[in-house]
Nanobody, 118 residues
Framework: QVQLVESGGGLVQAGGSLRLSCAAS????????MGWFRQAPGKEREFVAGIRWSDSSTNYADSVKGRFTISRDNAKNTVYLQMNSLKPEDTAIYYC???????????WGQGTQVTVSS
């Protein structure tokens, strides 16, 4: 089992940037994919970005393409989400998760709050 801890959230003005981190521990040798999801108040959790651990292949939700970048540091067992040109609609709790495949995720972290003010 993999344990995940997110950090890096906060309050930022529209147009600003934040970098989220997700540190993995436990059975990290079994990681295939890692992903970022978000959930805004009153909305369902949605996929934001994913990365394949073996070759850093990435995929993104259309709403964040060109603004967000997912990356990973194998040595630190950490995945990052660089968020630029933030918009108020990016306000949400951001979670990382371990992926069994590109489309199947499990093992959510506790989340980190991102608030973008207009």
């Amino acid at each position: 089992q993999v344990q995940l801890v997110e950090s890096g959230g906060g309050l930022v003005q529209a147009g600003g940037s934040l970098r989220l981190s997700c540190a993995a521990s436990g059975r990290t040798f079994s990681i295939r994919y890692m992903g970022w999801f978000r959930q805004a108040p009153g909305k369902e959790r949605e996929f934001v970005a994913g990365i394949r651990w073996s070759d850093s292949s990435t995929n993104y939700a259309d709403s964040v393409k060109g603004r967000f970048t997912i990356s990973r540091d194998n040595a630190k067992n950490t995945v990052y989400l660089q968020m630029n040109s933030l918009k108020p609609e990016d306000t949400a709790i951001y979670y990382c998760a371990e992926g069994l495949s590109k489309n199947v995720y499990r093992g959510w972290g506790q989340g980190t709050q991102v608030t973008v003010s207009s």
